[in-house]
Nanobody, 125 residues
Framework: QLQLVESGGGLVQPGESLRLSCEAS????????IGWFRQAPGKEREGVSC????????NYADSVKGRFTISRDNAKNTVYLQMNSLKPEDTANYLC??????????????????WGQGTQVTVSS
């Protein structure tokens, strides 16, 4: 059973940065596309970014383009989400999901089979 553990969340001020990590307990992560999603209280889950298993394909939500960068280190079984220029509207619980996908990824949560518990990001002055 593939397990995912997110870390790196916290409380920051607007304009600051955070780097989230999604570590997977699997022998070969490069068969899996990884997606980052977020959910704020009272709102639907929103796709933030995803990366294919081989790292060659990425997607970003319009709201984070130019501010967030997704990357992966398959040797460490870890996917990262670098978040810069954070805004209050980025406040949410951030979760990562995994689904088989070597060359492509999509930002549709129904596609993802395995999920972590999430890490809270709060952006407030």
């Amino acid at each position: 059973q593939l397990q995912l553990v997110e870390s790196g969340g916290g409380l920051v001020q607007p304009g600051e940065s955070l780097r989230l990590s999604c570590e997977a307990s699997v022998f070969t992560l490069n068969y899996y596309a990884i997606g980052w999603f977020r959910q704020a209280p009272g709102k639907e889950r929103e796709g933030v970014s995803c990366i294919s298993g081989n790292g060659g394909s990425t997607n970003y939500a319009d709201s984070v383009k130019g501010r967030f960068t997704i990357s992966r280190d398959n040797a460490k079984n870890t996917v990262y989400l670098q978040m810069n220029s954070l805004k209050p509207e980025d406040t949410a619980n951030y979760l990562c999901g995994a689904t088989p996908g070597f060359r492509q990824c999509v930002l549709t949560d129904k596609t993802y089979v395995h999920w972590g518990q999430g890490t809270q990001v709060t952006v407030s002055s």
